[in-house]
């Protein structure tokens, strides 16, 4: 525990004056947006080092033509052109095995220091984030999405708010983290040189 300990000291001077900066400390929206941003950076970095990006792309077009031809088959009734392809299925595993363990070497590399950040994030004052949102997308996108997290908060009917009112129609830190990291990961996919991943 000495280690987290001072680890979570080492974040707390790295942020701690972010969050003094912050145009709202006690709310501190600006600062979340920043760990979002850190994070974006890292994961994507990783991505961009880790990952042969060529092959993965090859991988991918084997894997779809694979598919398309297996449906194709399927749909014709053609007995032995299925059997032929079910033969060549091997190739078709090894594959995808292949590019899940391309995928899952950046995850391994960040996985411990995005952990720590999350687990310094819910002991720190970022934890009582909770941030209103206007009531319209709130109720018809991210409610029936997020309930189980939008009530973080110990009264969700009394919240603090970035422009100062006590609204229920708020989203926790995790919450508001997701929606930053969200917006922000294709445009520092882009900033780091890679594809769209959509």
Same mark, same amino acid.
């Given at each position: 525990?000495?280690?987290?300990?001072?680890?979570?000291?080492?974040?707390?001077?790295?942020?701690?004056?972010?969050?003094?900066?912050?145009?709202?400390?006690?709310?501190?929206?600006?600062?979340?947006?920043?760990?979002?941003?850190?994070?974006?950076?890292?994961?994507?970095?990783?991505?961009?080092?880790?990952?042969?990006?060529?092959?993965?792309?090859?991988?991918?077009?084997?894997?779809?033509?694979?598919?398309?031809?297996?449906?194709?088959?399927?749909?014709?009734?053609?007995?032995?052109?299925?059997?032929? !392809?079910?033969?060549?299925?091997?190739?078709?595993?090894?594959?995808?095995?292949? %590019? %899940?363990?391309?995928?899952?070497?950046?995850?391994?590399?960040?996985? &411990?220091?995005?952990?720590?950040?999350?687990?310094?994030?819910?002991?720190?004052?970022?934890?009582?984030?909770?941030?209103?949102?206007?009531?319209?997308?709130?109720?018809?996108?991210?409610?029936?999405?997020?309930?189980?997290?939008?009530?973080?908060?110990?009264?969700?009917?009394? &919240?603090?708010?970035?422009?100062?009112?006590?609204?229920?129609?708020?989203?926790?830190?995790?919450?508001?983290?997701?929606?930053?990291?969200?917006? !922000?990961?294709?445009?520092?996919?882009?900033?780091?040189?890679?594809?769209?991943?959509?």
């Amino acid at each position: 525990m000495d280690i987290l300990a001072g680890i979570f000291g080492y974040f707390n001077q790295i942020f701690d004056p972010i969050i003094a900066l912050d145009p709202n400390p006690k709310n501190p929206l600006l600062t979340i947006f920043l760990v979002a941003l850190i994070i974006s950076f890292i994961t994507q970095i990783a991505q961009k080092y880790l990952m042969d990006h060529e092959r993965l792309d090859t991988l991918k077009k084997e894997i779809a033509e694979f598919q398309k031809k297996m449906n194709d088959v399927r749909k014709s009734g053609d007995t032995n052109a299925t059997n032929k !392809l079910q033969s060549q299925q091997s190739d078709f595993m090894k594959a995808q095995s292949e %590019m %899940m363990m391309m995928s899952f070497k950046p995850m391994l590399v960040t996985f &411990v220091p995005i952990l720590l950040i999350f687990w310094w994030m819910r002991s720190s004052p970022l934890a009582n984030v909770y941030i209103s949102l206007p009531l319209l997308p709130f109720w018809n996108i991210l409610a029936p999405i997020w309930q189980p997290l939008l009530h973080w908060a110990p009264n969700p009917d009394v &919240v603090f708010t970035a422009v100062g009112y006590h609204l229920p129609n708020a989203v926790g830190f995790f919450c508001w983290y997701f929606l930053c990291s969200l917006a !922000l990961s294709q445009v520092v996919r882009k900033l780091v040189g890679l594809k769209s991943a959509f």
